[in-house]
């Protein structure tokens, strides 16, 4: 699959989502960019936004299986990963695949788990396999986490992501409510339908989606804007409101992201364009403000505004 091409079956995927979605376009462009650059997607959101309609809806119109878990405080790890079952016949224990074993899954309200079984996610969504008895058993490919976490949610009965949990996932956005339009939008559709919930239809096959996948290591990157990557991750790192900046592997996933991101808008290269539209969504989530920084209500969104404000861009051309 050549560049070209990837940008037309982004376009493709993206409107057929829309046709069950009401979404800001560049949220969905976001979440797609998590897919292709093989990532995972963190939503935090207010119920009733669309978060499980717009997961179920990009799996299907990628061809990939699709599995929902919900996260309550009683959840255990063995109830994702799945476990041994003795089978009478064979008087063998075998083992019995958890919902985990799905290309997309969708993690409904993330922090309602105890911390042991949000750890449950960490191999799974790090190395594509699950451990269970000292074997190893590999997850379909390819493998796509989108968790959901609920803002308005009261800090009684629920857990935060560790730091560690957080940087495992390529990204971090918002659907968001959508405009007084979109509204009325959702409105109508709901008219001129039987079924309460839409729904899409399927416009790749799993072999297609993993073929996409290989796209974005073929979209060149200046050394110029290389350096620009640097030097905006490093700042993080020096800014007063900052406890903890942004690592070594999150620059590297800054890096990935905007190839993934170019390569949606049917480019071979990346712009710094590129690189300030993904900065927020790929950044934010990773910084730990000091205690100030959040008594002053400072927001680590404003902590990768103002470094993309100093940082000079660089002036790129590719021949």
């Given at each position: 699959?050549?560049v070209?091409?990837?940008?037309?079956?982004?376009?493709?995927?993206?409107?057929?989502?829309?046709?069950?979605?009401?979404?800001d376009?560049?949220?969905l462009?976001?979440?797609?960019?998590g897919?292709?650059?093989?990532?995972?997607?963190?939503?935090?959101?207010?119920?009733?936004?669309?978060?499980?309609?717009?997961?179920?809806?990009?799996?299907?119109?990628?061809?990939?299986s699709?599995?929902?878990?919900?996260?309550?405080?009683?959840?255990?790890?063995?109830?994702?990963?799945?476990?041994?079952?003795?089978?009478?016949?064979?008087?063998?224990?075998?083992?019995?695949?958890?919902?985990?074993?799905?290309?997309?899954?969708?993690?409904?309200?993330?922090?309602?788990?105890?911390?042991?079984?949000?750890?449950?996610?960490?191999?799974?969504?790090?190395?594509?396999?699950?451990?269970?008895?000292?074997?190893?058993?590999?997850?379909?490919e390819?493998?796509?986490?989108?968790?959901?976490?609920?803002?308005?949610?009261?800090?009684?009965?629920?857990?935060?992501?560790?730091?560690?949990?957080?940087?495992?996932?390529?990204?971090?956005?918002s659907?968001?409510?959508?405009?007084?339009?979109?509204?009325?939008?959702?409105?109508?559709?709901?008219?001129?339908r039987?079924?309460?919930?839409?729904?899409?239809?399927?416009?790749?096959?799993?072999?297609?989606?993993?073929?996409?996948?290989?796209?974005?290591?073929?979209?060149?990157?200046?050394?110029?804007?290389?350096?620009?990557?640097?030097?905006?991750?490093?700042?993080?790192?020096?800014?007063?409101?900052?406890?903890?900046?942004?690592?070594?592997?999150?620059?590297?996933?800054?890096?990935?992201?905007?190839?993934?991101?170019?390569?949606?808008?049917?480019?071979?290269?990346?712009?710094?364009?590129?690189?300030?539209?993904?900065?927020?969504?790929?950044?934010?989530?990773?910084i730990?403000?000091?205690?100030?920084?959040?008594?002053?209500?400072?927001?680590?969104?404003?902590?990768?505004?103002?470094?993309?404000?100093?940082?000079?861009?660089?002036?790129v051309?590719?021949?």
């Amino acid at each position: 699959m050549d560049v070209t091409e990837a940008g037309d079956r982004a376009t493709a995927v993206l409107n057929e989502v829309s046709n069950a979605v009401v979404v800001d376009e560049e949220v969905l462009r976001m979440i797609l960019t998590g897919v292709v650059s093989r990532g995972h997607v963190l939503l935090e959101d207010v119920p009733g936004t669309g978060k499980t309609l717009t997961a179920r809806s990009f799996a299907t119109t990628l061809g990939l299986s699709f599995n929902r878990i919900q996260f309550t405080p009683d959840l255990l790890p063995t109830d994702i990963t799945g476990t041994y079952v003795f089978n009478e016949k064979t008087r063998e224990f075998e083992f019995s695949s958890g919902p985990i074993f799905a290309n997309v899954i969708l993690a409904d309200e993330i922090n309602r788990a105890s911390p042991k079984t949000q750890a449950a996610l960490l191999e799974a969504m790090e190395e594509g396999q699950v451990t269970m008895e000292g074997e190893t058993h590999d997850l379909p490919e390819p493998f796509f986490v989108i968790a959901t976490q609920n803002p308005v949610e009261s800090g009684e009965g629920t857990f935060p992501l560790p730091e560690a949990q957080k940087d495992r996932f390529l990204v971090k956005t918002s659907l968001g409510y959508p405009p007084k339009s979109g509204e009325r939008e959702l409105l109508d559709r709901r008219d001129a339908r039987d079924d309460q919930t839409p729904s899409a239809e399927q416009v790749l096959t799993t072999a297609a989606v993993r073929e996409w996948q290989q796209v974005p290591e073929r979209i060149t990157v200046h050394d110029d804007l290389k350096d620009y990557i640097v030097e905006v991750v490093r700042e993080t790192r020096m800014d007063p409101r900052v406890e903890v900046g942004i690592s070594p592997r999150g620059c590297q996933r800054l890096f990935e992201v905007a190839r993934g991101y170019a390569s949606l808008q049917g480019r071979t290269y990346v712009t710094p364009d590129d690189v300030k539209a993904v900065a927020d969504p790929v950044l934010a989530h990773r910084i730990v403000l000091t205690p100030d920084a959040t008594i002053d209500q400072t927001t680590s969104s404003d902590v990768v505004d103002d470094v993309l404000d100093e940082v000079p861009v660089p002036s790129v051309g590719y021949e």
